[in-house]
């Protein structure tokens, strides 16, 4: 009878490990493809239950590294920072026990995330010199119409100074011309002086 339930006991327990194993590596097969196909945040799920049962499984935490790596290395190329979704990248080349699949893609993905910064880089070198170009061409345009004004307001001003020189030389229609005094106006000056003295000569005598 104990034999029996020995035996039994055993039995048991080689069944309850055998699902437990089962199970566990069903859900290491299912995170991988889940993780080969991108979908990264089931693949997360699914790793970490494998690491809940069993925290040494390589492969399982590997493959967790990996998908979180990928994940980021997405999000930060979304936002056009290249920089550091290559180092994501990168990283995932160093993971042993991984998926494959996933190292080779990373590798190409690097790649070509490279050729991108450059693009950008370049980009960004071209509308910093346009920029500087475009101010220098605006300074040189201001300062030629600085000039430009100087000039005309210094021939306005002589103009004006000429204008008022030659009014100070000329006399003007309103301003009577002085004319010299002829001789018939003296010779009248001295014949009217003269009558006065013989008027006054003659109520002197009377």
Not at 97 to 109: A, P
């Amino acid at each position: 009878m104990k034999k029996k339930l020995l035996l039994m006991l055993v039995l048991i327990a080689a069944l309850t490990g055998g699902c437990s194993k089962l199970s566990k590596d069903s859900s290491l097969m299912r995170g991988q493809e889940k993780l080969e196909s991108y979908q990264y945040d089931e693949a997360l799920t699914l790793l970490s239950q494998v690491l809940d049962a069993d925290p040494e499984n390589e492969s399982a935490r590997a493959m967790y590294m990996q998908a979180r790596k990928m994940q980021s290395a997405e999000k930060y190329e979304k936002n056009h920072d290249y920089e550091k979704a290559i180092k994501e990248l990168d990283s995932i080349v160093n993971i042993n026990n991984g998926s494959k699949k996933i190292k080779r893609e990373s590798v190409n993905k690097k790649a070509e995330l490279e050729k991108l910064q450059q693009t950008a880089e370049k980009e960004a070198l071209e509308r910093k010199e346009n920029a500087k170009k475009v101010s220098k061409e605006d300074m040189n345009k201001l300062e030629s119409e600085i000039i430009y004004n100087n000039k005309k307001n210094e021939e306005i001003k002589k103009e004006e100074e000429k204008k008022e020189e030659e009014n100070i030389q000329k006399p003007t229609e309103d301003q009577p011309i002085e004319q010299p005094p002829t001789e018939d106006a003296e010779e009248n000056t001295e014949t009217s002086t003269d009558l006065q003295l013989n008027n006054q000569n003659s109520e002197v005598l009377n």
